[in-house]
């Protein structure tokens, strides 16, 4: 069966982390726009210089740039039994966009919206280390790796996102509730099928039990 999900939620509710857990589980890419848009950056490639300055204040990239990009993605090979989309749709235009795309194909997506506390949300996110080699995320004070600054996966030196910085974040999340927030009441309105889940204070682990169940239940496999 075809897995589409797509995880929801602000900066910062942990959408990266659960949905590096789940594609092991589900066994389809992992789908994350911001990723998508840092490694053109890294690449110095004219799409990188192009959304630079955004990303690094703290804006949304245009519409136009990312809905193409998750094209493209889902059009590789390994998409094709499903996928997990983190960081995308964040704008109604993007939300249409992608509904269109998965009506034109009858895939049922499944919105997965992880609800956090605002307060949790600004620890974790000016606590937040990444590995640059493999992108595994670390928080210094809810996840921290088994060596001081330095990734479990590959001993790569961990790095603070340039957007992480705190005016930044703030930027992130003004943006999120001007503009990504209204989704939830936009896939309610267009009948998708939409699932919410506290994700304040559990482990990773926890919520992932709880996100799995929920994929797996009859209600949403039917
Ligand atoms: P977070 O969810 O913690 O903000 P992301 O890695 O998802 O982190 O996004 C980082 C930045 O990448 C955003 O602030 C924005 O500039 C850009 N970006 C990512 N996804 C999108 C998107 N769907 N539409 C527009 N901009 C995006």
Redesign the pocket.
Same mark, same amino acid.
């Given at each position: 069966m075809m897995q589409a999900v797509v995880l929801f939620g602000s900066?910062?509710s942990g959408?990266?982390t659960q949905a590096n857990l789940l594609k092991n589980c589900l066994k389809v890419p992992h789908i994350?726009? &911001?990723?998508m @848009?840092?490694e053109h950056i890294r690449d110095g490639n004219a799409l990188g210089v192009r959304v630079a300055a955004?990303?690094q204040s &703290?804006? @949304?990239?245009r +519409?136009e740039v990312?809905d193409q990009l998750v094209e493209e993605r889902l059009a590789e090979p390994d998409a094709q039994a499903g996928f997990i989309l983190? &960081?995308?749709?964040?704008?109604r235009q993007?939300a249409e966009h992608l509904i269109g795309w998965l009506d034109a194909r009858g895939i049922r997506e499944l919105v997965i919206h992880l609800i956090v506390d605002y307060n949790v949300i600004v620890t974790r @996110?000016t606590g937040r280390r990444q590995c640059p080699r493999c992108g595994t995320l670390y928080n210094i004070v809810s996840n921290p790796p088994r060596v001081d600054g330095v990734c479990d996966l590959d001993g790569q030196a961990l790095v603070i996102r340039d +957007?992480d910085r705190e005016s930044v974040i703030r930027q992130?999340l003004a943006?999120y509730e001007s503009q990504s927030r209204p989704l939830i009441e936009f896939f309610r309105e267009k009948g998708r099928r939409l699932f919410e889940i506290d994700a304040s204070d559990q482990t990773p682990e926890a919520l992932l039990f709880q996100v799995c169940r929920t994929i797996k239940s009859p209600a949403v496999e039917g």
């Amino acid at each position: 069966m075809m897995q589409a999900v797509v995880l929801f939620g602000s900066p910062g509710s942990g959408k990266g982390t659960q949905a590096n857990l789940l594609k092991n589980c589900l066994k389809v890419p992992h789908i994350s726009t &911001g990723d998508m @848009l840092r490694e053109h950056i890294r690449d110095g490639n004219a799409l990188g210089v192009r959304v630079a300055a955004s990303m690094q204040s &703290g804006n @949304l990239v245009r +519409d136009e740039v990312v809905d193409q990009l998750v094209e493209e993605r889902l059009a590789e090979p390994d998409a094709q039994a499903g996928f997990i989309l983190d &960081g995308y749709p964040r704008t109604r235009q993007q939300a249409e966009h992608l509904i269109g795309w998965l009506d034109a194909r009858g895939i049922r997506e499944l919105v997965i919206h992880l609800i956090v506390d605002y307060n949790v949300i600004v620890t974790r @996110l000016t606590g937040r280390r990444q590995c640059p080699r493999c992108g595994t995320l670390y928080n210094i004070v809810s996840n921290p790796p088994r060596v001081d600054g330095v990734c479990d996966l590959d001993g790569q030196a961990l790095v603070i996102r340039d +957007d992480d910085r705190e005016s930044v974040i703030r930027q992130r999340l003004a943006e999120y509730e001007s503009q990504s927030r209204p989704l939830i009441e936009f896939f309610r309105e267009k009948g998708r099928r939409l699932f919410e889940i506290d994700a304040s204070d559990q482990t990773p682990e926890a919520l992932l039990f709880q996100v799995c169940r929920t994929i797996k239940s009859p209600a949403v496999e039917g």
